[in-house]
């Protein structure tokens, strides 16, 4: 069963605590992206990397960090420095096969208080 | 870089009528508009998408023209029916290859009434 999975759905943190989100894909797919979500916005790129052991800024990288060690993983670690990092966290794939199409997975609701 | 504005951001139709979202973007470069739905606490799913040198594409109740002069495109939904709600998302990319990025509207709020 192929597809992209981030875990876990919901995760609480107290302020102060950096927190890492993970993102797997069985895709084969080379480039991998983190998205934030926040009510109505669009979505916003946080990361993105195009191959392994490389990885670019999007526009709203402040506060965040990201490791690209394997083709599969692509974990976004969401530091104290973040001033506002309640939000839902949507990872996505894209492969060479038909690199039109972002495949989602089912996001994280992160809240910290 | 590209700017994506999207509209309305709420939209109500009863039951087998059409509902039409709007999106405008900025970058001439942009080449490639794909549609996404988004149902509630999931990730959003592709639906449509439309390259720059068409003008329209249909896919059963489902349709998006494409206007490169004044840089717009929009997403029609023919015969609603209650399944259609969800949030839907218009993205512009300037597609080159697998790494680069998408751009994403504020998304539509679509509600189909019984």
């Known amino acids: 069963d192929g597809g992209i999975t981030q875990s876990p759905k919901y995760l609480f943190r107290k302020e102060g605590q950096n927190v890492t989100l993970s993102c797997e894909q069985n895709?084969?797919?080379?480039?991998m992206y983190w998205y934030r979500q926040d009510p109505g916005q669009g979505l916003r790129l946080i990361y993105y990397?195009?191959?392994?052991?490389?990885?670019q800024k999007g526009d709203i990288a402040e506060g965040y960090s990201v490791s690209r060690e394997k083709k599969e993983s692509f974990p976004l670690t969401v530091t104290s420095a973040q001033k506002n990092p309640t939000a839902f966290y949507l990872c996505a794939s894209r492969g060479r096969d038909d690199p039109r199409e972002q495949y989602f997975g089912p996001g994280t609701r992160l809240t910290v208080t | 870089g590209e700017n994506v504005e999207q509209h309305p951001s709420t939209l109500s139709v009863q039951e087998g009528d059409s509902a039409v979202i709007k999106c405008t973007y900025s970058d001439s470069a942009s080449n490639y508009f794909p549609w996404y739905k988004q149902e509630l606490g999931k990730g959003p799913q592709l639906i449509i998408d439309?390259?720059?040198?068409?003008g329209e594409k249909k896919d059963q109740r489902i349709a998006v023209t494409l206007n490169k002069t004044a840089k717009h495109f929009s997403l029609h939904i023919t015969e609603t029916q209650p399944e259609d709600s969800a949030v839907y998302f218009c993205a512009a990319s300037r597609f080159v290859n697998t790494g680069n990025q998408f751009y994403f509207g504020t998304g539509t709020s679509l509600t189909v009434i019984p």
């Open positions: 990397s195009q191959i392994v052991n490389d990885f």
């Open positions: 895709l084969n797919h080379d480039a």
């Open positions: 439309i390259r720059s040198n068409v």
